[in-house]
């Protein structure tokens, strides 16, 4: 009993040590703030788990909602036709109404990107099984 009560002692003690967030990220030598270290920079790849969100440099987000359909050839399978995989993404700007996505691995079936505001996402990779992780670019779109 006494070992449980020094383990969760420590625990408790570990969970205090983090260090605190600050509001704003520091300036860069231009004297631009620079972004969080959770901010998806423009040009940039980000991998998002089934139910993940990330930050853009714009300050909105992007979520990851769910994969919708997934007929792609299994791996070590000869398939006839190689098939296509979508997910639901939703796109929340800091201010305005969200917009739902649907990208897909292949442009046969749909399209593998989305204008996002002043962004394009691009559906990059998209891993398998149950709850694949999505493999994003995050780019300016051209004006």
């Known amino acids: 009993m006494t070992r449980i009560a020094r383990l969760l002692a420590l625990a408790l003690l570990a969970g205090c040590a983090a260090t605190p967030a600050t509001n704003a990220p520091p300036a860069d030598d ?9 901010t998806v920079a423009d040009g940039s790849e980000v991998r998002l788990g089934l139910g993940a969100s990330a930050r853009l440099a714009d300050g909105s987000r992007l979520h990851y909602l769910r994969l919708v359909n997934d007929s ?9 036709w190689a098939g296509d995989a979508e997910i639901a993404l939703r796109w929340q700007p800091r201010r305005g109404r ?17 204008r996002i505001g002043e962004r394009r996402v691009t559906l990059v990779a998209l891993a398998r099984g149950i709850a694949p992780a ?6 300016r779109a051209d004006p």
């Open 30 to 38: 231009s004297g631009n703030p620079a972004l969080a270290a959770d």
């Open 72 to 80: 792609r050839c299994p791996p070590d399978v000869q398939c006839v």
């Open 98 to 114: 969200a917009q739902d996505i649907a990208l897909h691995t292949t442009s046969m079936r749909g399209n593998n990107d989305a």
């Open 134 to 139: 999505a493999t994003l670019m995050i780019e």
